[in-house]
Structure formats: C-alpha cells, structure tokens
C-alpha cells in the first residue's frame, strides 16, 4: 500500500489556486460546446486559458505503456467512458461530451470534470448526467474528519445502483498533490480488497464517478487509452478535487462550471469563511 502525503494548508492553497484555473477552463468549454464544434477546438481553448493563467495542463506527458498523451484535456463523447483524445472529431446535437482538466500551477495540481449534453439529448441520457453529477455530490457529503474512504465509494456506488445505472470497476479517483494521480485510489464502489484509510485534514482526493447508462464492462480502443462502454450504451463522468477539514470537506475545484447543487448543499462541507468567499467570487 502506497503511501498518503497529508497537505499542509499553504499547498492546499496551491492546490486550491490551480483549481480554480481548472473551473474557468471547464466552465469556458460549458459554453463553447455545440453541434459543429470539434473537441480538438475544444482542447485548444483549455491549452490558451491554462497558459493564460500561468499553468501547466497536467495530462501532458501522461503515459499509458509506451504512449503518450498529448493534449489538455480528455474529451470522451457518447459511449466512451473517459480518456478520449480530442481531435476532428465534430459534436453532433444529442451527444454527450466528458470534458476532464487537469491543470498544474505552482508545482501542485487540481483535476476536475463534467458531462454536457450537446443541445437537445433524449431523455435517458439526460438522467444519466443528472444522477452522475448527484452522485458525486452524494460522495462528497460523505467525507467526514475521520471518518473512512470507502464511506465515500459507498454514498457514490449506492446513489448510482439504486437508479439503475452501473460504475466501471476498472476506473477510480485518486489523491491529488504534487502528482495527478497520488494514493489513495478512490473507487466508486466498494470491495474489501480496496484500502480504506481514514479521511483526515490534509488529505486530498479526485472523486470521480464514472457512470455507464447500461452494463459496467469497459473495453479500450486500439489508440491506448480511449475507454469505450462495451455495451456501446453512454456514460457520464464528473470529478471534483476536495480536501478533507476538521469540520468535513473544502471542493477545491469548485466554481460556475458545476456549482453547489441547488437547495442540497451539502452542510458539513466549504463551511468555512474561505469557501464560502470563494464561491461568491467564482459566480462573476
Ligand atoms: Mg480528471
Ligand atoms: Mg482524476
């Protein structure tokens, strides 16, 4: 088992400082997205807004084997899960787009997504945004100071199930530091295998649910790294990176792309003065 770097509040703030560059790369992209508009232009724009800031995109570099990823962001449309590449691929009214950043600043990381449906998308898929952004939201009210990880993988893991829906069980969040991708590994279900550290202040994690509108089994595309459903059925993702608090959690990610859930804002987390601040400002 891997070992858990705790963040002290000056790199959480880094983290924090990346993360709100993260938001407006995500947020811009929101409204950019449209029948006609190709994820490579979609990934241009992240590459301008990431370097405008001073950051770095965290996914370049990645490697997967011997292959290297190029781009700023993974654009996964329809039934690809996660880590599609972007390129001329055009975006058709009724898609579905994943759009993931990454963004380094200040020697730290911040990583968040979200799913936008491109104009009218019929109403199943519709459903299945809406219960995989909930069910994000479910696992982050589950982060309580000392309370344990697979608390987390199970709000998200249930709020999934019991709608009829399925989480790949290859696919995880992560801790987030000076790495994208740090211990411990945060599935979005749980299995005794998986560690299950309990959830202190200073521990940083992506919760990321991905989440498939038919059967859980994944495949990847012959490029290496594109995550397809093998039912074809679409899938949805939407991560955010959070700290845990004494007091609960802080989303470091949080801004206008995928604001507090309207009316369910979850009491035990961003209680404090610096969050709520920082919501108000990311909402101008
Ligand atoms: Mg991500
Ligand atoms: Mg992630």
Not at 53 to 75: D, E
Not at 129 to 147: D, M
Request: overall charge negative.
């Amino acid at each position: 088992m891997a070992r858990i770097i705790y963040k002290s509040a000056a790199e959480i703030a880094r983290i924090r400082e990346a993360g709100r560059v993260v938001s407006t790369v995500l947020a811009e992209m929101r409204e950019a997205v449209a029948p006609g508009v190709t994820t490579g232009e979609l990934d241009a724009m992240a590459f301008h807004i990431i370097r405008e800031h001073g950051g770095v995109p965290s996914f370049v570099g990645q490697r997967q084997g011997h292959i290297v990823y190029r781009s700023a962001i993974c654009a996964s449309v329809n039934e690809e899960v996660v880590h599609g590449i972007p390129g001329s691929r055009r975006l058709n009214e009724g898609d579905v787009v994943s759009l993931d950043v990454g963004v380094r600043l200040h020697g730290f990381h911040a990583d968040s997504a979200i799913t936008v449906a491109v104009g009218q998308v019929d109403d199943e898929t519709a459903r299945l945004l809406q219960v995989t952004r909930e069910s994000l939201w479910a696992g982050i009210r589950a982060v309580r100071h000392r309370g344990r990880l697979h608390d987390v993988s199970r709000a998200v893991q249930e709020y999934v199930e019991q709608r009829g829906f399925s989480v790949p069980k290859e696919l995880s969040g992560h801790g987030v530091g000076r790495q994208l991708w740090e211990p411990p590994a945060v599935f979005n279900y749980v299995d005794a295998g998986h560690e299950n550290p309990p959830l202190l202040e200073g521990l940083v994690i992506a919760i990321e649910p991905m989440v498939n509108a038919g059967r859980a089994e994944i495949g990847v595309l012959d490029d290496g790294w594109t995550v397809v459903t093998q039912d074809g059925r679409p899938s949805a993702h939407f991560e955010h990176t959070i700290a845990v608090t004494k007091g609960g959690c802080e989303v470091l990610t949080l801004g206008p792309h995928d604001p507090w859930p309207e009316a369910r804002r979850p009491r035990d987390c961003n209680h404090h003065e610096a969050g709520e601040d920082r919501h108000e400002r990311t909402k101008l």
